[in-house]
């Protein structure tokens, strides 16, 4: 897990959040979550998770029903949303069609009474941070997607707000402009020091841009760590099926052992070992998860060894995707770098599987994900 912010080092604070529509069912439940000042926080998960409305009630457009909310250690559930200082960027842009780029980022100076020289300033100043200099003149349907998608970051951040919200903002975009937006927030972010929190339900996203991932299912945190902790260490069944890409085998825990590996019995009657993450008792069923890269084709070195058959190969460059069917289950994923010709790859061959204990994980029970 990612370490605590300090206290007193928290832009924002979750404390008991709760929200319900209906006042009944609720949609967030019980948040606790603290925000480091220049922290660039991403709250991920699938819809419905809780994550959109917990980003709006931070905004201030949705009211919590139980908790507080903390803003530069100052409660803000009564502040109105113009009255908090947080910079937001919607995937429509949220751009006056009829006025230019300039006119556009001045505008939320101007209501603010910014005298009119320093308002030239820093629209300049802004639109150079986000590589746009000499398209003040013109009106957004004469920028493309990307660049609107900029002018956008730059109007959150034109009034040099101490928090920008980030709702979705790329999913408008194709996926080589998205991937290029990634970096460039990213970077924005780096240069300026701004506390960003994102709201995503793109994994990869999530992964590229954040210090801090807080993976959000039906309204409850399942973890709260850096992109590698996220990856490399989930602490449960759904975090390891939602972020990346899984080998999914159901077991019977046989024991646990002081180092705390499980050795684990599948149902095709093999056992293996995995470190024991949500496997807690002896008689439990697991679901062991390993990444496709952590396997190797007949290797020269693993604690855990299966057979298995070549079903399908794709070839995608880089590696090669190998579709496997091991311990039952024809679903299993290989990642084969792409290091020219080799004969232990190829379609029907029988091969044995292996990977290390360490790279394997023993996580509370939970049925496949389709």
Same mark, same amino acid.
Do not use: C, W
């Given at each position: 897990m990612a370490t605590e912010v300090p206290a007193g080092e928290a832009m924002v604070r979750f404390v008991n959040v709760q929200k319900s529509y209906d006042g009944e069912t609720l949609v967030v439940k019980n948040l606790n979550l603290d925000i480091a000042k220049g922290e660039f926080l991403t709250m991920l998960g699938p819809s419905g998770s809780g994550k959109t409305t917990t980003l709006m009630m931070l905004a201030g457009f949705e009211p919590a029903t139980h908790g507080e909310i903390?803003?530069?250690?100052?409660?803000?559930?009564?502040?109105?949303?113009?009255?908090?200082?947080?910079?937001?960027?919607? &995937?429509?842009? +949220? !751009?006056?069609?009829?006025?230019? @780029?300039?006119?556009?980022?001045?505008?939320?100076? *101007?209501?603010?009474?910014?005298?009119?020289?320093?308002?030239?300033?820093?629209?300049?100043?802004?639109?150079?941070?986000?590589?746009?200099?000499?398209?003040?003149?013109?009106?957004?349907?004469?920028?493309?997607?990307?660049?609107?998608?900029?002018?956008?970051?730059?109007?959150?951040?034109?009034?040099?707000?101490?928090?920008?919200?980030?709702?979705?903002?790329?999913?408008?975009?194709?996926?080589?402009?998205?991937?290029?937006?990634?970096?460039?927030?990213?970077?924005?972010?780096?240069?300026?020091?701004?506390?960003?929190?994102?709201?995503?339900?793109? &994994?990869?996203? +999530? !992964?590229?841009?954040?210090?801090? @991932?807080?993976?959000?299912?039906?309204?409850?945190? *399942?973890?709260?760590?850096?992109?590698?902790?996220?990856?490399?260490?989930p602490v449960n069944s759904f975090v390891a099926q939602f972020i990346g890409e899984n080998n999914k085998l159901k077991g019977t825990v046989a024991e646990i052992g002081a180092d705390n590996l499980a050795s684990v019995k599948l149902e095709t009657g093999e056992v293996v070992k995995a470190l024991a993450i949500g496997a807690r008792e002896k008689g439990g069923r697991t679901l062991l998860s390993v990444r496709p890269e952590r396997v190797e084709i007949n290797p020269t070195a693993a604690d855990v060894v299966l057979h298995g058959r070549i079903a399908e190969l794709i070839y995608l460059g880089d590696h090669i995707r190998a579709r496997l069917e091991v311990a039952g289950h024809d679903n299993f994923i290989v990642k084969v770098p792409n290091k020219g010709a080799t004969s232990d790859v190829a379609q029907g061959r029988e091969v044995r599987v292996g990977w290390k204990a360490a790279d394997c994980r023993a996580l509370d029970f939970a049925e496949f994900r389709h």
């Open positions: 903390f803003l530069k250690n100052q409660p803000i559930n009564n502040v109105p949303p113009h009255k908090r200082g947080i910079g937001m960027v919607f &995937q429509n842009y +949220a !751009l006056f069609p009829h006025m230019t @780029i300039n006119e556009n980022l001045a505008f939320p100076l *101007q209501v603010r009474n910014v005298p009119k020289a320093e308002i030239e300033d820093r629209v300049a100043k802004v639109l150079k941070m986000v590589e746009l200099p000499q398209m003040g003149s013109r009106r957004p349907g004469q920028l493309s997607g990307g660049q609107q998608q900029r002018i956008a970051v730059a109007l959150a951040l034109v009034f040099e707000p101490d928090l920008v919200l980030m709702d979705e903002p790329l999913g408008a975009l194709d996926k080589q402009l998205r991937e290029q937006m990634q970096y460039e927030i990213k970077h924005i972010h780096e240069r300026l020091g701004v506390t960003v929190v994102y709201v995503t339900h793109d &994994q990869s996203e +999530a !992964l590229t841009m954040s210090n801090r @991932i807080a993976v959000f299912n039906d309204g409850v945190v *399942q973890q709260l760590s850096t992109p590698a902790d996220l990856y490399e260490r």
